[in-house]
Nanobody, 120 residues
């Protein structure tokens, strides 16, 4: 099992920046892909960004060029999402996600979520 804890959400004005962090614990050796998803009120959960241990990154279309996902060089069980030029449409609950390597079954894990509100 893997446990995920997010931190860093909050209220920010349009055009501002926030950094979210996710800390994994437990059987973290199983993790192959780390990422972030978000869910706005009344909408489905959507991909924000993912990263592999080989630093292959993928971004949702709506955040490309504004958000950056990275792994902590000092702690391989921590990853972050730097969000720049935030807009009201980015308001959502952001969920940390980790996916096991298929060798271990490919199970997905979720954090409890952290709220990001973009408003003036």
């Amino acid at each position: 099992q893997v446990q995920l804890v997010e931190s860093g959400g909050g209220l920010v004005q349009p055009g501002g920046s926030l950094r979210l962090s996710c800390a994994a614990s437990g059987s973290t050796f199983r993790i192959a892909v780390m990422g972030w998803y978000r869910q706005a009120p009344g909408k489905q959960r959507e991909l924000v960004a993912t990263i592999t241990f080989g630093d292959i990154r993928k971004y949702g279309d709506s955040v490309k060029g504004r958000f950056t996902i990275s792994r902590d060089s000092a702690d391989e069980d921590t990853w972050s999402l730097l969000m720049n030029n935030l807009q009201p449409a980015d308001t959502a609950v952001y969920y940390c996600n980790a996916e096991e390597d298929l060798h271990y079954g490919g199970k997905g894990y979720w954090g409890k979520g952290t709220l990001v509100t973009v408003s003036s």
